[in-house]
Nanobody, 121 residues
């Protein structure tokens, strides 16, 4: 499966952005999808994951209550709605897919290119 992340941009603190991850291939529904982010000078970290069916989601504590993940398997897309953004959310955001659902980035086999999110204070 090939992934493409888009929707990043520059937003003021308190604002919102919607990221999307578009996948190619007929078996998208066979993969869990995760979002990860990497801020300058920091390790890449887990943000949120969604199971293959979309029934299960798992959020990092830092984004819980502000970010919402969803997927549309008919359209081969996963969306990440980010509200109440903070400067510390500034990072390059990556979507990834794997048959395993979880927060461990090393278990994800397929990665999209990143999309930059910048939150100004």
């Amino acid at each position: 499966v090939q992934l493409q992340a888009f929707g990043g941009g520059l937003v003021q603190a308190g604002g919102s952005l919607r990221l999307s991850c578009a996948a190619s291939g007929p078996t998208f529904s066979s993969y869990a999808v995760g979002w990860f982010r990497q801020a300058p000078g920091k390790e890449r970290e887990f943000v949120v994951a969604i199971s293959r069916s979309g029934r299960n989601t798992y959020y990092a504590d830092s984004v819980k209550g502000r970010f919402t993940i969803s997927r549309d398997n008919a359209k081969n897309t996963v969306n990440l709605q980010m509200n109440s953004l903070k400067p510390e959310d500034t990072a390059v955001y990556y979507c990834a897919a794997d048959v395993t659902y979880g927060s461990n980035q090393y278990e994800y086999d397929y990665w999209g290119q990143g999309t930059q999110v910048t939150v100004s204070s």
